[in-house]
């Protein structure tokens, strides 16, 4: 029986044991030449060795793969990181560049909107009406038809209006800040999902194309196995005859 030397191990084998370097698959080849640099395509290379080395490569496929989702999760981490966060409180931005008027304005238009001021208004004209008419009723300071009063009340009419409608503008000037910020997070969104998506979709591909190295590696064995099993078979049936 003719016999051959495995060029990684240095040992002695049946040579039909023997797989030449032509013969192996380009990954598993690369493998073996990167820890043997004198291995070539007209080397020997004995069964153990070329299962060795593919498990080396099944691993070292497998091992890439955890590294690139980790890397893609680090990408969405650093992502997160590198870029302002946009979303804030509009409340807080947009009164805190306010100026004391703005804000006194606010506060008497909030005021003047609620039941509180109805309550004392109606109070107060109560309590005019009762002592100009029956208190006072012999001196009153604001006989009927009451010019006085109707006077207070035109200029705080006169005084509440403008208030409220500067109060109103600046309530339109929020809603515009608050739609812009909208717009923003949404775009950024957009932008950060069709970058996971991209990266998604190639870390697939690579994905697949290992799938298909492995498969091949597989046929390789099962190719191996099945001319092993027949030449088994033809040396017993050599025997017998």
Sequence with gaps: MKKGKCDVCQKEFPLETLTHGSQVYQGVFDEIAQRNSEFSGDSLICLTDLNRYRSFYVKKMIEKDIGEVEELEAEVIKSLEEHELLSEDINKAFYG??????????????????????????????????????????????????????????????????????????QEAKDRLRADMDYKINLKAELEIRHLKLKLDQLASHQWRRLLEIQNLQTDLIEEVGEKIEKSLQGRAHNKQ
């Design 97 to 170: 560049q306010l100026s004391f008027g703005d804000r006194l304005s606010d506060k008497l238009a909030e005021f003047g909107g609620s039941w509180t001021f109805i309550s004392l208004f109606a109070l107060i004209l109560l309590g005019w009406i009762v002592i100009n008419s029956l208190v006072l009723a012999q001196k009153p300071f604001d006989p009927y038809p009451y010019i006085l009063l109707n006077l207070i009340l035109s200029c705080l009419a006169a005084i509440q209006a403008p208030i409220i409608m500067m109060s109103q503008n600046r």
